[in-house]
């Protein structure tokens, strides 16, 4: 039985992965429809790892980055967390409120940033929903919320919330390709250690 994310071995972290590869497919088929356009993803880096490594992987603690933050309860509970660099925001929201009158690409307004956290509530919901299906767990998520910050302050989010339990969460790096745009993304996922006991339970996983 493990209590910290430093005792899942290497079948637990397996799981965790292929649960990320199968929602990032569903995200993929999420931002097709959002952005009206095939969209094929790369194969998903997934791992689990730490805060530090994380922040590194967005660009640093001071690179601007936009988030949708959600949280997940019911019978698993936790935070996931949509991100995605500020160049690669810009274009979504340039894609999706094309023909709304927005004339300033460079300004975020409250559309934009509404836009933007429709489609981190998306992709959220394909990564939390992908769970549920698995396990059949009653997962419900919270409102999303949107942030614009560096990086290593939107990662401080989740430390202060769950960080007495552990400093791992599951970190997904995507790339997206339409016929027109290129997107990269990245989830951050993070569950209390007895809701990964509960889906490693349910998956038939001995823990």
Do not use: C, W
Not at 157 to 168: H, N, Q
């Amino acid at each position: 039985m493990f209590n910290i994310y430093e005792e899942l071995n290497d079948t637990h972290i397996d799981v965790l992965r292929e649960i990320g590869n199968i929602g990032a497919g569903n995200a993929a088929t999420a931002l097709a429809d959002i952005l009206d356009d095939r969209v094929e993803i790369s194969i998903p880096i997934v791992r689990v790892t730490d805060f530090d490594t994380a922040v590194n992987a967005l660009g640093g603690a001071e690179s601007m980055t936009v988030g949708v933050m959600l949280n997940y309860y019911g019978d698993a509970n936790g935070m996931i967390m949509f991100l995605i660099n500020m160049d690669d925001a810009k274009l979504v929201m340039k894609i999706l409120l094309q023909g709304y009158g927005e004339e300033d690409e460079n300004e975020i307004t409250e559309m934009k940033l509404s836009a933007i956290k429709e489609i981190g509530n998306i992709l959220g919901s394909s990564y939390i929903g992908s769970i549920a299906t698995l396990t059949g767990l009653q997962i419900e998520l919270s409102i999303p919320y949107v942030a614009i910050d560096m990086a290593g302050a939107l990662m401080s989010v989740p430390i202060i919330e769950f960080g007495a339990v552990g400093d791992k969460v599951m970190f997904i790096e995507e790339s997206f390709s339409g016929r027109e745009h290129n997107l990269k993304s990245n989830v951050v996922m993070f569950a209390q250690v007895d809701t990964l006991r509960i889906i490693m339970e349910r998956l038939g996983i001995g823990i």
